[in-house]
């Protein structure tokens, strides 16, 4: 199979190979390790209108076949993005997809306003699995009429950009909220986010996480990452992307065959930060070998 | 395109430890084929991820240079947890995964007094910046350890310059080498001081190097799942208040530039966190 390029609601990639929002940087720190440019898309690490600077130390924490994090979401602001970060990009070859972290809708909308006016953004993708800090601090993304909400917000100013929501996988129903936010006007959806969860030492009695609760992500995750989306592609009619400790080609396939149009890679950028490219490289010989000769023949083709 | 120092598969070309000691202590030499780094700082470090790791142990072990000849990298390891076992159980041929040279290292000033302070492993960095200095008549080594010293590569780097060690066995033992620290950092006011250790040595030295006059620099350890500046699991507080990635903008830093190491009140850590795992 030569062609690999797939296009979403608009959203053209030249492959399906995404890295994850908060794993890659803003892309540029990537350079040294392969060409920026081999990427289906680069989605940048979760951006709010003011800088932020997360949480306290020690916010990550080695795993079985994974990790924790509560990095708190510390970034550099959109502006700064923007000016410094956005013009080295090769946003002309590679989709660069910008992920928005906001406390309410109101401040989504208006992060939404700023990045639908750069050129350089391909999509935006809606990081619900935060706190609404209006509503006590409930996760926007564990309740359908809230993660529709903020949809609906980003949507009306996002202009002609392609409006991605991100959906947590620590909810009951996660199908009840992906078709709450396909309702909303969502294009695409992106799944899973990170699985609550913590991390002891017994020696010091303490949490390895300051913030004593984390994301869990990497291989550990995969088989819910799996069901997640399967359940999400058989509930909507809008185009699903497919991530949750894909850490070879195979796994990224395994999304694809549930009915995902796209992957995103993010902690196997940590076991060797040329992953994703070698991830592009490994796609077209694996293909190959299955006999598979376009997406459209292999994806959703789960055989049950 | 990928660049000589960028991320290769490489092999293990030898392991050994210093002595009888150094085996006993977990103490280990690693070897590993050099895949064409040609420039490289003492301070500078590598991520290194066996193949063996699969997909159980996610990260790869950030390791200070210890040497890099054209045709080998060389780590000085200590067993710590089940990374690093597992490194120091590597043969040769094995395969490890490996990027760098990572990080700045330490500042290099030939003609002004130099004082290095190694604590345990932290010895490491400074083989290759003895070996590479022009001037080691302007070096001194003080070297805290627990082990035996055999088990330590100190007695060649005490052959090229002037160093002395002392052995931390019994608990009073802590005061007697914090005493002997101060009395040699008097020696440095503008000299340059050069640290690398456990954090509780690093802010000691960092104390009385200020004290004496001196100007000195930290090698930071903290956790490191990426090395290269994308996870922001490594951060550490610089003096004017903002996180900073130590694997890019350290592991060397000069101690006034960090809020835990400048002589101020640290600023406690930012409040403005929030719940989810990102
Ligand atoms: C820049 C830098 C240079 C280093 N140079 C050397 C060296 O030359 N020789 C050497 O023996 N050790 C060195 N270390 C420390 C070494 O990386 C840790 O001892 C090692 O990662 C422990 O892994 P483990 O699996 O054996 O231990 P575990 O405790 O099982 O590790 C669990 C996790 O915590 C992390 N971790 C645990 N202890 C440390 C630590 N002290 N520093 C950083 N991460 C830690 C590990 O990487 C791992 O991800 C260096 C660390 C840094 C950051
Ligand atoms: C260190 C780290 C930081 C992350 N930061 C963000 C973020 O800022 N925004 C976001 O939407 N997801 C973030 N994520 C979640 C990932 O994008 C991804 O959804 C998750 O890690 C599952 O995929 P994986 O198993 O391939 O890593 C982060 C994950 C990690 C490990
Ligand atoms: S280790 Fe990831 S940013 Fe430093």
């Known amino acids: 199979m030569r062609e690999l390029s797939v296009t979403l609601a608009g959203l053209h990639l030249k492959n399906p190979v995404i890295t994850a929002s908060g794993t890659f940087g803003y892309g540029l720190e990537f350079s040294r390790y392969g060409d920026l440019k081999a990427l289906g898309g680069i989605c940048v690490k979760g951006l709010s209108l003011a800088p932020r600077q997360g949480n306290p130390m020690p916010r990550v924490a080695e795993t079985p076949c994974g990790m924790l994090n509560a990095i708190g979401l510390q970034n550099c602001g959109v502006e700064t993005f923007v000016r410094d970060k956005l013009p080295f990009l090769p946003w002309r070859d590679t989709a660069v997809i910008a992920n928005l972290y906001a406390c309410d809708a109101e401040e989504f909308a208006e992060l939404a306003g700023v990045l639908a006016a750069e050129e350089g953004i391909a999509a935006l993708e809606v990081n619900i699995s935060c706190p609404n800090v209006r509503a006590g601090g409930i996760l926007f993304g564990q309740d359908p009429a809230m993660a529709a909400r903020v949809t609906e917000a980003v949507k009306k100013r996002a202009g002609i950009k392609p409006v991605m929501v991100k959906l947590s996988p620590n909810v009951t129903d996660i199908a009840a909220v992906a078709r709450a936010v396909e309702a909303a006007g969502a294009d695409i959806l992106s799944l899973v986010n990170t699985l609550s969860g913590m991390s002891v030492d017994v020696s010091s009695r303490r949490p390895r996480l300051a913030n004593v609760i984390g994301g869990l992500s990497g291989p550990a995750i995969k088989p819910v990452a799996l069901r997640c989306v399967w359940q999400v592609c058989r509930a909507v009619d809008i185009p699903v992307i497919g991530m949750g400790g894909i850490a070879s080609a195979e796994d990224a396939l395994e999304f694809i065959l549930v009915g995902a149009h796209a992957v995103q890679v993010g902690t196997a950028n940590f076991l060797r930060p040329d992953f994703a490219f070698r991830l592009v490289e490994e796609l077209p010989p694996l293909l190959e070998r299955l006999g598979v000769s376009s997406w459209e023949e292999f994806r959703g083709t789960l055989k049950v | ?278």
Request: hydrophobic share 45%.
């Open chain 2, 1 to 278: 395109m990928a660049d000589a120092g960028g991320c290769r598969e490489v092999a293990v070309l030898s392991r050994g430890a210093e002595s009888p000691e150094g085996e006993r202590h977990g103490l280990w030499r690693l070897a590993v084929e050099n895949p064409g780094w040609t420039k490289a700082v003492a301070g500078q470090f590598a991520m290194l991820r066996p193949l063996r790791f699969g997909r159980e142990l996610t990260w790869a072990r950030p390791l200070s240079l210890f040497g890099v000849t054209p045709e080998r990298v060389e780590f000085f390891i200590q067993v710590a947890g089940r990374g690093t076992a597992h490194l120091a159980a590597m043969n040769p041929g094995d395969r490890l995964v490996m990027w760098g040279p990572l990080g700045r290292g330490f500042a290099v000033e030939p003609d002004t007094p130099t004082l290095l302070l190694a604590g345990g492993v932290g010895l490491a960095p400074f083989a290759p910046y003895i070996a590479a200095h022009p001037r080691p008549d302007n070096l001194r080594l003080v070297f805290g350890h627990r082990p035996p010293l055999a088990a330590y590569p100190f007695a060649k780097m005490a052959a090229t310059i002037q160093a002395e060690s002392f052995h931390e066995e019994k608990p009073g033992d802590l005061d007697r080498f914090t005493a002997l620290l101060r009395e040699r950092l008097a020696d440095y006011a503008n000299g340059l001081v050069l640290a690398c250790g456990p954090r509780p040595f690093l802010a000691a030295v960092a104390d009385m190097g200020r004290a004496a006059g001196a100007r000195v620099q930290v090698s930071l350890e903290n956790r490191m799942a990426c090395g290269v500046g994308a996870c922001l699991g490594c951060v550490e507080k610089d003096a004017k208040g903002e996180l900073v990635q130590t694997c890019v903008r350290g592991p060397v830093f000069w101690a006034r530039e960090l809020a835990a190491f400048d002589g101020g009140l640290e600023t406690p850590g930012s409040r403005e966190g929030c719940a989810c795992g990102n």
